[in-house]
Protein backbone atom coordinates (compact mmCIF):
# COMPACT_ATOMS: atom_id res chain seq x y z
CA UNK A 1 0.00 0.00 0.00
CA UNK A 2 2.84 2.09 0.70
CA UNK A 3 4.71 1.42 -2.16
CA UNK A 4 1.29 2.47 -4.32
CA UNK A 5 1.41 5.74 -2.36
CA UNK A 6 4.43 6.75 -3.18
CA UNK A 7 3.78 5.89 -7.17
CA UNK A 8 0.90 8.02 -6.91
CA UNK A 9 2.28 10.82 -5.06
CA UNK A 10 5.55 10.70 -7.74
CA UNK A 11 3.08 10.51 -10.38
CA UNK A 12 1.14 13.84 -9.09
CA UNK A 13 4.20 15.81 -9.06
CA UNK A 14 5.77 14.80 -12.63
CA UNK A 15 2.04 15.45 -14.24
CA UNK A 16 1.40 19.10 -12.26
CA UNK A 17 1.22 21.74 -14.23
CA UNK A 18 4.02 23.17 -12.28
CA UNK A 19 6.31 20.49 -13.63
CA UNK A 20 5.49 20.02 -17.35
CA UNK A 21 7.41 20.86 -19.90
CA UNK A 22 4.68 23.10 -21.62
CA UNK A 23 4.26 24.91 -19.06
CA UNK A 24 7.77 26.09 -18.03
CA UNK A 25 7.36 28.90 -20.22
CA UNK A 26 4.52 31.68 -19.80
CA UNK A 27 2.17 32.03 -22.93
CA UNK A 28 1.84 35.11 -24.90
CA UNK A 29 -1.26 36.61 -23.77
CA UNK A 30 -2.54 39.12 -26.75
CA UNK A 31 -5.81 41.28 -25.98
CA UNK A 32 -8.27 39.28 -27.77
CA UNK A 33 -11.66 40.62 -28.68
CA UNK A 34 -13.33 37.43 -28.45
CA UNK A 35 -12.10 37.08 -24.08
CA UNK A 36 -14.64 37.72 -21.74
CA UNK A 37 -18.18 37.29 -21.22
CA UNK A 38 -19.07 39.81 -23.64
CA UNK A 39 -16.19 39.03 -26.61
CA UNK A 40 -16.73 39.07 -30.29
CA UNK A 41 -14.80 38.26 -33.30
CA UNK A 42 -13.62 41.18 -35.36
CA UNK A 43 -14.60 41.11 -38.95
CA UNK A 44 -12.20 42.87 -40.26
CA UNK A 45 -9.76 40.58 -38.58
CA UNK A 46 -11.02 37.51 -39.56
CA UNK A 47 -10.49 38.45 -42.98
CA UNK A 48 -7.28 39.34 -42.91
CA UNK A 49 -6.58 36.06 -41.18
CA UNK A 50 -8.31 34.01 -44.04
CA UNK A 51 -5.93 36.02 -46.25
CA UNK A 52 -2.60 35.35 -43.88
CA UNK A 53 -3.94 30.85 -44.00
CA UNK A 54 -4.74 30.88 -47.79
CA UNK A 55 -1.38 32.97 -48.93
CA UNK A 56 0.87 31.43 -46.03
CA UNK A 57 -0.80 27.99 -44.71
CA UNK A 58 -2.64 26.56 -46.92
CA UNK A 59 0.23 25.46 -48.80
CA UNK A 60 0.87 22.55 -46.00
CA UNK A 61 -2.06 22.84 -43.92
CA UNK A 62 -5.35 21.87 -44.27
CA UNK A 63 -9.24 22.80 -43.00
CA UNK A 64 -11.34 19.87 -43.77
CA UNK A 65 -14.10 20.47 -41.69
CA UNK A 66 -14.45 24.29 -43.31
CA UNK A 67 -16.53 24.65 -46.41
CA UNK A 68 -16.10 27.90 -47.97
CA UNK A 69 -19.75 28.70 -47.69
CA UNK A 70 -18.68 29.00 -43.68
CA UNK A 71 -17.03 31.95 -44.87
CA UNK A 72 -20.10 34.05 -45.37
CA UNK A 73 -22.22 33.04 -42.48
CA UNK A 74 -22.92 35.31 -39.34
CA UNK A 75 -20.68 35.29 -36.83
CA UNK A 76 -17.79 34.91 -38.97
CA UNK A 77 -15.53 36.30 -41.95
CA UNK A 78 -18.81 37.54 -43.21
CA UNK A 79 -17.70 38.12 -47.09
CA UNK A 80 -20.43 38.47 -48.91
CA UNK A 81 -21.91 35.23 -51.67
CA UNK A 82 -20.06 36.99 -54.32
CA UNK A 83 -16.57 37.06 -52.85
CA UNK A 84 -17.65 33.26 -51.19
CA UNK A 85 -18.20 32.96 -55.15
CA UNK A 86 -14.93 34.03 -56.21
CA UNK A 87 -13.17 32.62 -53.14
CA UNK A 88 -14.53 29.15 -54.10
CA UNK A 89 -13.77 29.25 -57.89
CA UNK A 90 -10.18 30.08 -57.30
CA UNK A 91 -9.65 25.87 -56.85
CA UNK A 92 -10.86 23.24 -58.39
CA UNK A 93 -11.61 19.87 -56.93
CA UNK A 94 -12.09 16.16 -58.25
CA UNK A 95 -15.30 14.84 -58.99
CA UNK A 96 -17.35 11.88 -60.33
CA UNK A 97 -17.69 9.41 -61.53
CA UNK A 98 -19.43 10.47 -64.70
CA UNK A 99 -21.78 8.84 -67.64
CA UNK A 100 -18.66 7.05 -68.27
CA UNK A 101 -16.95 6.37 -65.44
CA UNK A 102 -14.34 8.95 -65.12
CA UNK A 103 -13.46 10.74 -62.72
CA UNK A 104 -13.00 14.89 -63.36
CA UNK A 105 -11.73 17.94 -62.21
CA UNK A 106 -14.60 21.03 -61.66
CA UNK A 107 -14.22 24.32 -60.22
CA UNK A 108 -14.79 24.14 -56.65
CA UNK A 109 -18.10 25.85 -55.10
CA UNK A 110 -19.51 27.01 -52.05
CA UNK A 111 -20.71 24.01 -50.76
CA UNK A 112 -17.57 22.44 -51.17
CA UNK A 113 -14.58 21.80 -48.28
CA UNK A 114 -11.33 23.68 -48.83
CA UNK A 115 -9.18 21.79 -50.72
CA UNK A 116 -6.42 19.40 -49.64
CA UNK A 117 -2.93 20.47 -50.27
CA UNK A 118 -1.81 17.11 -50.43
CA UNK A 119 -4.04 14.23 -51.85
CA UNK A 120 -3.03 11.94 -48.67
CA UNK A 121 -1.77 11.48 -45.59
CA UNK A 122 2.00 10.25 -46.82
CA UNK A 123 2.45 12.71 -49.69
CA UNK A 124 2.06 15.42 -47.04
CA UNK A 125 4.67 13.48 -44.30
CA UNK A 126 7.02 13.36 -47.23
CA UNK A 127 6.54 16.82 -48.48
CA UNK A 128 7.50 17.71 -45.01
CA UNK A 129 10.82 15.92 -44.13
CA UNK A 130 8.66 12.83 -42.54
CA UNK A 131 7.10 15.46 -40.02
CA UNK A 132 2.51 15.64 -41.11
CA UNK A 133 1.64 19.25 -40.94
CA UNK A 134 -1.61 19.09 -38.25
CA UNK A 135 -5.07 20.35 -39.72
CA UNK A 136 -6.02 23.50 -39.04
CA UNK A 137 -9.99 23.23 -38.52
CA UNK A 138 -9.69 22.76 -34.65
CA UNK A 139 -6.36 23.79 -34.03
CA UNK A 140 -6.81 26.52 -31.30
CA UNK A 141 -9.29 23.76 -29.40
CA UNK A 142 -6.84 20.77 -29.61
CA UNK A 143 -3.90 22.50 -27.99
CA UNK A 144 -4.07 23.29 -24.53
CA UNK A 145 -3.55 27.02 -24.08
CA UNK A 146 -5.75 27.60 -27.09
CA UNK A 147 -5.73 30.96 -29.47
CA UNK A 148 -2.24 31.82 -26.72
CA UNK A 149 -0.84 28.78 -27.10
CA UNK A 150 -0.61 28.96 -31.12
CA UNK A 151 0.18 32.49 -31.27
CA UNK A 152 3.16 32.25 -28.84
CA UNK A 153 4.54 29.19 -31.81
CA UNK A 154 3.92 31.64 -34.21
CA UNK A 155 6.48 34.26 -32.20
CA UNK A 156 8.30 31.94 -30.35
CA UNK A 157 11.10 31.60 -33.54
CA UNK A 158 13.09 34.97 -32.16
CA UNK A 159 15.04 33.72 -29.54
CA UNK A 160 18.33 31.80 -30.68
CA UNK A 161 19.16 28.65 -29.69
CA UNK A 162 20.19 27.98 -26.31
CA UNK A 163 23.81 26.42 -25.50
CA UNK A 164 23.32 23.00 -24.37
CA UNK A 165 20.64 22.37 -26.57
CA UNK A 166 21.45 20.33 -30.35
CA UNK A 167 18.89 20.48 -33.12
CA UNK A 168 18.72 18.22 -36.09
CA UNK A 169 18.89 18.88 -39.85
CA UNK A 170 15.09 20.42 -40.39
CA UNK A 171 14.46 20.93 -37.04
CA UNK A 172 13.71 24.54 -35.44
CA UNK A 173 14.25 25.67 -32.01
CA UNK A 174 11.13 27.28 -30.68
CA UNK A 175 10.65 28.72 -26.57
CA UNK A 176 6.58 27.83 -27.02
CA UNK A 177 7.06 24.68 -28.39
CA UNK A 178 6.86 21.37 -26.13
CA UNK A 179 10.13 20.28 -26.06
CA UNK A 180 11.25 23.41 -28.03
CA UNK A 181 12.02 22.13 -30.72
CA UNK A 182 9.71 22.14 -33.89
CA UNK A 183 9.99 21.25 -37.78
CA UNK A 184 7.87 23.96 -39.32
CA UNK A 185 10.14 26.91 -40.55
CA UNK A 186 9.28 30.25 -39.37
CA UNK A 187 6.11 30.83 -40.90
CA UNK A 188 5.87 34.30 -41.04
CA UNK A 189 7.97 37.47 -41.06
CA UNK A 190 7.09 41.37 -41.32
CA UNK A 191 5.46 41.75 -44.62
CA UNK A 192 4.79 38.04 -45.41
CA UNK A 193 1.32 39.57 -46.53
CA UNK A 194 0.36 42.56 -48.58
CA UNK A 195 -3.46 43.35 -46.64
CA UNK A 196 -5.94 44.37 -49.20
CA UNK A 197 -7.12 46.58 -46.94
CA UNK A 198 -3.98 48.14 -46.05
CA UNK A 199 -3.45 47.22 -42.59
CA UNK A 200 0.20 47.17 -41.41
CA UNK A 201 1.70 43.87 -41.94
CA UNK A 202 3.84 43.42 -39.20
CA UNK A 203 4.87 39.69 -37.69
CA UNK A 204 2.48 40.57 -34.38
CA UNK A 205 -0.60 41.75 -36.33
CA UNK A 206 -0.21 38.99 -38.87
CA UNK A 207 0.37 35.78 -36.17
CA UNK A 208 -2.97 37.91 -34.25
CA UNK A 209 -5.36 37.77 -37.47
CA UNK A 210 -4.92 34.50 -38.57
CA UNK A 211 -5.08 33.08 -34.95
CA UNK A 212 -8.27 34.77 -34.83
CA UNK A 213 -9.39 32.95 -37.72
CA UNK A 214 -8.38 29.96 -36.47
CA UNK A 215 -10.54 30.41 -33.38
CA UNK A 216 -13.49 30.92 -35.04
CA UNK A 217 -12.96 27.92 -37.44
CA UNK A 218 -12.54 25.64 -33.83
CA UNK A 219 -15.77 27.80 -32.58
CA UNK A 220 -17.66 29.36 -35.31
CA UNK A 221 -20.84 29.10 -32.77
CA UNK A 222 -18.80 31.70 -30.15
CA UNK A 223 -20.65 34.30 -29.83
CA UNK A 224 -24.26 32.99 -30.91
CA UNK A 225 -23.41 31.26 -27.52
CA UNK A 226 -22.12 33.74 -25.55
CA UNK A 227 -25.46 35.74 -26.22
CA UNK A 228 -27.46 32.70 -25.29
CA UNK A 229 -25.33 32.34 -22.12
CA UNK A 230 -26.36 35.83 -21.56
CA UNK A 231 -29.89 35.78 -22.02
CA UNK A 232 -29.83 32.42 -19.49
CA UNK A 233 -27.91 34.42 -16.93
CA UNK A 234 -30.66 37.57 -17.12
CA UNK A 235 -33.56 34.80 -17.18
CA UNK A 236 -32.16 33.10 -13.97
CA UNK A 237 -31.29 36.49 -12.34
CA UNK A 238 -35.47 37.65 -12.95
CA UNK A 239 -36.27 34.01 -11.79
CA UNK A 240 -34.60 34.48 -8.39
CA UNK A 241 -35.69 38.05 -7.97
CA UNK A 242 -39.79 36.63 -8.56
CA UNK A 243 -39.10 33.80 -6.69
CA UNK A 244 -37.24 36.07 -3.66
CA UNK A 245 -40.66 38.47 -3.89
CA UNK A 246 -42.98 35.34 -4.11
CA UNK A 247 -41.64 34.13 -0.89
CA UNK A 248 -41.78 37.47 0.94
CA UNK A 249 -45.22 37.97 0.32
CA UNK A 250 -46.33 34.21 1.46
CA UNK A 251 -44.16 34.54 4.60
CA UNK A 252 -46.01 38.48 5.58
CA UNK A 253 -49.98 36.47 5.55
CA UNK A 254 -48.48 34.64 8.19
CA UNK A 255 -48.86 35.85 11.63
CA UNK A 256 -45.92 35.60 13.93
CA UNK A 257 -46.72 33.07 16.73
CA UNK A 258 -46.31 35.08 20.40
Known sequence: MKN???ILIIALIFTSPLNSAENKTKLLEPNWTFDGFFGKFDRASLQRGYQVYKEVCASCHSMSYLSYRNLGEKGGPEFTKQEVKAIASQYEIQDGPNQEGEMFMRTARPSDKFVN??????????????AYPPDMSVLVKARKGGADYVYSVLMGYK??????????????????????KIRMPKPINDGSVEYTDGTQATEEQISKDVVAFLTWAAEPHLEERK????????????????GFVI????????????
Do not use: C, H, Q
Not at 227 to 242: R, W
Open 227 to 242: KTGFKAVVYLLILTIL
Open 159 to 180: EDVPEGISLEEGVYYNKYMIGN
Open 4 to 6: ILK
Open 117 to 130: PYPNTNAARVANGG
Open 247 to 258: KRKIWLRIEPKV
